[in-house]
Protein backbone atom coordinates (compact mmCIF):
# COMPACT_ATOMS: atom_id res chain seq x y z
CA UNK A 1 0.00 0.00 0.00
CA UNK A 2 2.99 2.37 0.47
CA UNK A 3 4.50 1.35 -2.24
CA UNK A 4 1.27 2.58 -4.33
CA UNK A 5 1.33 5.86 -2.56
CA UNK A 6 5.04 6.71 -3.41
CA UNK A 7 4.19 5.61 -6.97
CA UNK A 8 1.54 8.27 -7.18
CA UNK A 9 3.30 10.60 -5.66
CA UNK A 10 6.41 10.06 -7.97
CA UNK A 11 3.64 10.09 -11.06
CA UNK A 12 2.41 13.69 -9.62
CA UNK A 13 5.47 14.84 -9.19
CA UNK A 14 6.79 13.85 -12.42
CA UNK A 15 3.59 15.03 -14.46
CA UNK A 16 4.16 18.39 -12.58
CA UNK A 17 8.05 18.41 -13.76
CA UNK A 18 7.25 17.94 -17.13
CA UNK A 19 6.05 21.95 -17.87
CA UNK A 20 8.90 23.03 -15.42
CA UNK A 21 11.45 22.32 -18.05
CA UNK A 22 10.17 25.50 -19.41
CA UNK A 23 12.39 28.86 -18.41
CA UNK A 24 9.31 30.54 -17.10
CA UNK A 25 7.90 27.57 -14.83
CA UNK A 26 11.68 26.54 -13.52
CA UNK A 27 11.14 27.20 -9.85
CA UNK A 28 8.27 25.03 -9.73
CA UNK A 29 11.21 22.85 -8.83
CA UNK A 30 11.75 24.22 -5.38
CA UNK A 31 7.93 22.98 -5.15
CA UNK A 32 7.90 19.26 -7.10
CA UNK A 33 12.05 18.33 -5.27
CA UNK A 34 10.01 18.60 -1.57
CA UNK A 35 6.90 16.76 -2.84
CA UNK A 36 9.65 14.01 -4.21
CA UNK A 37 11.42 13.79 -1.28
CA UNK A 38 8.20 13.13 0.46
CA UNK A 39 7.45 10.77 -2.47
CA UNK A 40 10.95 8.60 -1.24
CA UNK A 41 10.41 8.35 2.40
CA UNK A 42 7.00 6.79 2.03
CA UNK A 43 8.90 4.72 -0.57
CA UNK A 44 11.51 3.69 1.62
CA UNK A 45 9.24 2.79 4.39
CA UNK A 46 7.43 0.05 1.95
CA UNK A 47 8.83 -3.20 0.84
CA UNK A 48 9.33 -2.58 -2.98
CA UNK A 49 11.72 0.01 -4.11
CA UNK A 50 9.70 0.72 -7.55
CA UNK A 51 7.94 4.21 -5.88
CA UNK A 52 11.46 5.23 -3.72
CA UNK A 53 13.49 5.24 -6.94
CA UNK A 54 10.80 6.76 -9.31
CA UNK A 55 10.65 9.54 -6.80
CA UNK A 56 14.85 9.77 -6.34
CA UNK A 57 14.54 9.87 -10.26
CA UNK A 58 12.19 12.96 -10.08
CA UNK A 59 14.75 14.70 -7.85
CA UNK A 60 17.40 13.82 -9.25
CA UNK A 61 16.50 15.50 -12.60
CA UNK A 62 14.28 18.45 -10.48
CA UNK A 63 18.23 19.18 -9.04
CA UNK A 64 19.92 19.01 -12.24
CA UNK A 65 17.33 21.04 -13.83
CA UNK A 66 18.12 23.99 -11.25
CA UNK A 67 22.01 23.37 -11.19
CA UNK A 68 22.16 24.01 -14.85
CA UNK A 69 20.68 27.37 -14.68
CA UNK A 70 21.78 28.60 -11.25
CA UNK A 71 18.44 27.69 -9.35
CA UNK A 72 16.57 30.60 -11.13
CA UNK A 73 15.46 30.03 -14.32
Keep these: ?11 VALVL ?5 LPILALAYY ?8 GALIGAASTSNIGRNLNLLVIVIG ?11
Design 17 to 21: AIPAF
Design 31 to 38: LIIPLAAI
Design 1 to 11: MLNLISIIVGV
Design 63 to 73: VLRLMLTGGLF
